[in-house]
């Protein structure tokens, strides 16, 4: 059986010309669902390209959610030395981008990571704050990391901007997000 759509997102997103399907879904409590969508030739533990999709209803503040993952990445720079991050915003309408890089060699092959994540502030229709996350990751593994890292400086202006463009067609969601 396959992952459950929580959120209602017809798939497959397209995301820069590319197809991701929906690999994974969570919701681990009532106020909080997250959607992982991946190309349809990749595993969830080997992918390279990633969609994500998080809805939180529990009225936390954009800021507030921005500065839980910047704390967390503050606290990973002790152990991850590639860790970096930097926060765009538009005050027009509230949006916040988080861009950030790190790394894992826990499982003994290096993984290098680079997120980019938009947090759009939305009203319910029960007058009630809410958070839409929508995110992109990208992976390499092994060797060749200063590649990617390369590859990454070129592509990643292209990315930031479809990302701050992004729509998400069709989904339950777009009665609420106040693009």
């Not at 926060?87 to 997120?115: C, M, R, Y």
């Not at 939305?122 to 390369?150: C, T």
């Amino acid at each position: 059986m396959g992952p459950t759509d929580f959120l209602g997102i017809p798939g497959p997103i397209e995301f820069n010309g590319v197809q991701h399907h929906l690999a994974w879904s969570s919701r681990p409590s009532n106020d909080y669902i997250k959607h992982e969508y991946i190309p349809q030739d990749q595993e969830l533990a080997t992918y390279t390209q990633m969609v994500i999709v998080e809805l939180v209803t529990s009225g936390l503040s954009t800021l507030d959610a921005v500065n839980a993952q910047m704390k967390m990445l503050d606290r990973r720079k002790e152990s991850d030395p590639l860790v970096n991050y930097q926060l765009l915003t538009a005050p027009k309408n509230h949006q916040v981008l988080l861009d950030f890089l790190l790394s894992d060699q826990s499982t003994g092959t290096l993984i290098v990571e680079w997120n980019a994540y938009r947090y759009i502030p939305v009203m319910l229709p029960d007058g009630g704050k809410a958070i839409v996350l929508y995110a992109i990751s990208r992976r390499h593994y092994g060797s060749g990391a200063e590649q990617f890292l390369k590859t990454l400086k070129s592509s990643r202006a292209s990315d930031i901007d479809a990302l701050a463009k992004f729509k998400l067609p069709g989904a339950d969601l777009s009665g609420i997000v106040a693009d």
